[in-house]
């Protein structure tokens, strides 16, 4: 590369920060930059984006011809929060993702700048030929604020309060919607420095933001070629929008801004003056008009008869420049200049690759991008927000809602890299089909962390709760699930968790109902079960059987431990109920399992991992309902015992539908959903049936206290589930049509996010809820401890050839 060089701090504009929030260019026009949150579009309608889209259009419209408004978008390899090394699954499990998930997303920041012009320079200029002389001498008497040095300190002071007040005006206006957040000195040069070197490095933190800022924010060596621009040592390609679309709706640019690729875009939006832009429409309207018909029609006044030929393409310009006279007169809409740039670094064979999406992206929209050559530094240098407007070669001509359409307003969810709740990272991180980071708050950013998983066979919800589980033993919970399918039964045995089967076939297992803690909550739960195993065994209950129960048990508790048994009970209870519950105690079909005083040891043993499976027991409704009801009080006091007041609980309810049609069962786990937040206890329910939720009268309380839902691919959603779940057209279209076991729809009171969970092939062997492949499992973290194990099986390898290669 041969040519001339110079000083990169020549061509920046900045020269330094004169209070915390606003920067001075060398021309004399201040800057502000702002973090701006884009609207996430998942499970907004057309209306929604359109509303948005008008907010920032009225506000650009408000704008003052000296102001300019400078979005900068980037796209850079995502950052993890650093985790401290664990050496068990949890931090395996961590690890693996992390490494997976670094080359394979991109964060997307979003930054809008406020460039002002106060006519500083102007000013210098009429102060006379010795104003600077005393101001020199003062300032240096003084050695005080030298960037203040070119400028009067009275005019710079006034300029700065005129523009915060305009920036402060036009934030309001749209901070509701996209909310902003003003930056300080500090990290405004962090955004200016990466925007300068094309991301590369980054500033450093404790740099003087005043004076000669411009020197500091001089990075990289930025040299041209003809189809490439070299910044430090990484190729850069430079894309300008040259002709604008002729039509467009809100969040045009979705696809470019959702590109893959380390990206920087910037558009610039300079109002004209009402009258500026008049003039301007005027004449392309008396152009267009007197191009409709050739010289020789008009010669001979033939123009506008069947003789004269007419130029449609003129008669359409010539329309739409009045319709832009009318918007601009009587819409308020203001017209001026975008210019918008693409800086994409790569390799050559990448540039060649991505500059297509790029194309194809503008050819949609029926606009044209061109790929810079010779005149790419001065693009390059161009884009820089604060930069005079004669120097940005790329301007377009369009209106203020040109602008607001084609503006990064938009963009994929984010979530919440920290759960405030416990203090402590996010459970996890999905993707989006932006190709960006998703942190997986199971909380939502709020202190309710129940959640309803729904999906149809086959769309990976066995695997998808595995993953969830998994990763939140980085919270060292308690994990208590209720299954039904054998669905937990590897992953247990995996992790070395409790596994009870629980079926009135398998050996019996000694429950104690009056083993419980003697409180009112257990006397109310004992009278409430008494009354059902009644109802099961056919008594009609009359109205004082409530009283009389409740009466026996009270009495059974005045006894000694060794005589409070079932058997007990029903002796002292009226011997017409005696038939009833005959089966319950003594030698009766169940009586094993719950005739049984309290001894030292607790019935059940649950493990910080523990699973329930009753699975052989659906076959025995009355034995199940019996059960069950017992192991959901016994559950609950593990859970609301005060020794794990502060540990997290997650309960864990499978195959959810088949406890859902018991309104005695959906009354507890309802329940359960409102009082488990003082508890530090989360419920999660999966099921495959939407319509045993939408037709189970009662179900609707227990979704009003489950703020989180996650829909997996259902091509058959119903209808009738839209109003239950409150899923507006957009929302029911996308659940249909999610991918089967990659992409999730995440539903929340306030947000909405179609997520994608792709795993890498070690840490597929976590997860996998196979039984075949957790028997392989099994067999080979055996022999090669777990970390070995999934490497080799991820590798192909089965425990007779991996023992072969070591």
Known sequence: MTGEAGALAHELPYWGWVDERTCLTRAGELLTVGALTPVVTDGRTADDLDAVTGRWQRMLSGLPPEMRVSWIVER????????????????????????????RVQDLDVHVVWSFDPGLRR????????????YLAEWLRRRRAPHESVYLAGDLARAVKAEAALVAASAARVVDVTPVEILTAEKAAAVLYRLVNGGLNGWVPGMRTDAGVNWRLAGEDVAAERHVLHVGREQVGLWSCVAPPATVTANALDELYALSVPMTAVVEWRPWSREAARRKLRSAQRHYFSKRYSMAAHMQEKEGTTAALEDAAASIEARRAGDALVELETEGVSYGDVALSVAVRGSSEQLEQWGADIQRVFGGLDAKAARESYGQLAVWFGRLPGQPASRQPRRVFVSAGVAACVAPLFGPPRGDRCCGHLDAPALTVFETPAGTPYHYDLFGGRDVGHTLMLG???????????????QALQYDPRVLILDLGGSYRALTQFLGGGYLEVSPEKDAISLRPFGLEHTERTVQFLSAWVLRLLRIGGWEESSGDLSEVRARIEDLYALAPARRSLGNLVRSLPAPMWPALSRWHGSGAWGRWFDNPPAEDADLTLADWQVIDLAGAVEHE?????ALLYLLERLRTEIESPAEATRLKLMVVDEAWRYLRDPVVLGRLTEAARTWRKRNAALILATQSVTDITETAGAAALLESMPTRLFLANPDFPEAGQATFQLNDDELRTVRELEPKRELYLRRPTTAAVLRLAVDPES????????????????????YGVEGAIVRLAAGLDHKRAAVLG
Do not use: H
């Open 764 to 783: 597929y062997w976590l997860y996998t809820s196979s039984a075949g492949e957790a028997q392989r499992r099994a067999e080979m973290v055996a022999r």
């Open 123 to 134: 000013t210098a200029g009429t102060r006379g030929g010795g104003w600077w002389r005393t």
């Open 622 to 626: 009355d034995w199940c309902e019996a």
């Open 76 to 103: 850079r390899p995502a950052a993890f929060d650093e985790r401290p090394p664990v050496s068990d699954i949890a931090g395996l499990a961590q690890r693996k993702r992390q490494a997976f998930l670094e080359g």
């Open 456 to 470: 149809a066979t086959g769309a990976g919800k066995s695997f998808t709760l595995n993953f969830l589980l998994v």
